[in-house]
């Protein structure tokens, strides 16, 4: 009973000491050197950690008041999961707009590579396939087919403009028009997988693997109150945002400690992009601990399709008014915000094979054999590698 108790109130422990580095590191040290980035660094982390505790108690306890599926649920923890990211990339965004773009397209390679990589942890039957979620095969497979499109298109297009441009090529740029028209676009596809994801999934339907729920309760276990699933949802949000800050804080440290010893630009976008990812990263990792696969993979999955359709367009919406409002400077007469070069071009256009092979190894069968897992992260690495070293 006390272990059970103990175990309940680990978050609040983790809370408190996470809040207590990043006070430390805030307003204790000065100096932005090395100790004031591992202290943020480890408190963001930790911080960030207790609020997806906090998410995932409010998302189990709200999946069974409503029996919803756990793939629902957590996809839902999962938009969540994004705070910290859309916090630390608000700030990258301000100081360098070029970096911060890329820094945004570039988690989801992070994220696809997470979750390849992940894919080799889940249970296995007798013939090495892991059987995955009904959910992600019929409308996360959809996504990611979508951004494929997405990416090839948006890519092909800046390949057009830079090689057709008329005068000065080197002042081609994505204008504050354009990035309001591609979020409204990427968002309205998000809003409606959303929706489709709750009416065709959110109940009971047949399941696929054991796994596949709705959300079960444990014999004598009362439903949690609507007042504590609002309290720690909450709670959960704005100790990520002040996760997220504090990760920020620290991989904006590291990355000028990199390109001061000499290291080159792409390699620090990449470093900013796994950080970045912290929040989603953290909360497929708690779940799986907690045996509760389904949030894990909705989690692992929706690391990858809301980058394209959700935090990349909120990205580009804060580009804009940014430039509109002279947060940051507009690059030309007409509204230019982000330049159309080899590192922004190639970090979009590599997204599409890293989309058409993920497609390809879900939609198949839903399952994924260990071929299919290590073709994943072999491309998503080699993808990773090809715009560190060429980009």
Not at 188 to 204: C, D, E, N, Y
């Amino acid at each position: 009973m006390s272990g059970n108790s103990h175990e309940g109130k680990q978050w609040l422990w983790l809370l408190i000491g996470g809040l207590l580095l990043v006070a430390i590191g805030n307003f204790a040290i000065q100096d932005h050197g090395w100790l004031k980035a591992i202290i943020l660094g480890v408190g963001g982390l930790v911080v960030v950690f207790a609020s997806s505790e906090m998410m995932i108690k409010a998302v189990d306890g709200y999946a069974k008041r409503k029996k919803m599926n756990s793939f629902v649920a957590g996809t839902m923890a999962g938009l969540s999961s994004n705070i910290p990211e859309l916090v630390m990339l608000g700030f990258v965004l301000m100081a360098t707009p070029r970096v911060g773009f890329i820094v945004t397209v570039l988690t989801l390679h992070v994220g696809a590579a997470a979750f390849g990589l992940y894919c080799s942890t889940l249970p296995r039957d007798i013939e090495g396939n892991a059987h995955l979620p009904k959910p992600l095969v019929g409308l996360s497979t959809d996504l990611y087919a979508a951004a494929a499109g997405v990416f090839f298109s948006i890519g092909i297009i800046m390949l057009l403009m830079k090689a057709f441009a008329v005068g000065d090529a080197s002042n081609v740029s994505l204008s504050t028009t354009d990035l309001y028209v591609f979020a409204a676009i990427l968002l309205t596809i998000q809003v409606v997988a959303i929706l489709r994801l709750v009416k065709r999934f959110s109940k009971q339907h047949k399941p696929e693997s054991e796994d596949d729920v709705p959300v079960q309760m444990a014999k004598n276990e009362t439903l949690m109150p609507i007042t504590a699933i609002i309290v720690f949802s909450v709670g959960g949000l704005f100790a990520s945002v002040i996760g997220g800050h504090s990760v920020g804080e620290f991989a904006g440290i590291l990355v000028h400690k990199l390109e001061e010893a000499g290291y080159s630009e792409m390699f620090g976008a990449v470093i900013l992009s796994v950080f970045a990812s912290a929040g989603a990263f953290v909360m497929i990792g708690t779940a799986h601990f907690q045996k509760k696969y389904n949030i894990a993979m909705a989690n692992a999955s929706g690391a990858i399709t809301q980058v394209p359709f959700l935090v990349l367009p909120i990205a580009m919406i804060m580009l804009a008014l940014f430039t509109q409002t002279g947060v940051i400077p507009a690059l030309d007469n007409n509204n230019g915000v982000i330049p159309i070069d080899i590192h922004t071009t190639s970090t979009i256009l590599l997204g599409f094979p890293s989309m058409l092979v993920l497609w390809k190894a879900v939609q198949d069968d839903g399952k994924v054999n260990w071929l299919e897992t290590s073709t994943m992260v072999a491309i998503f690495l080699l993808v990773i590698y090809l715009l560190v070293a060429h980009g």
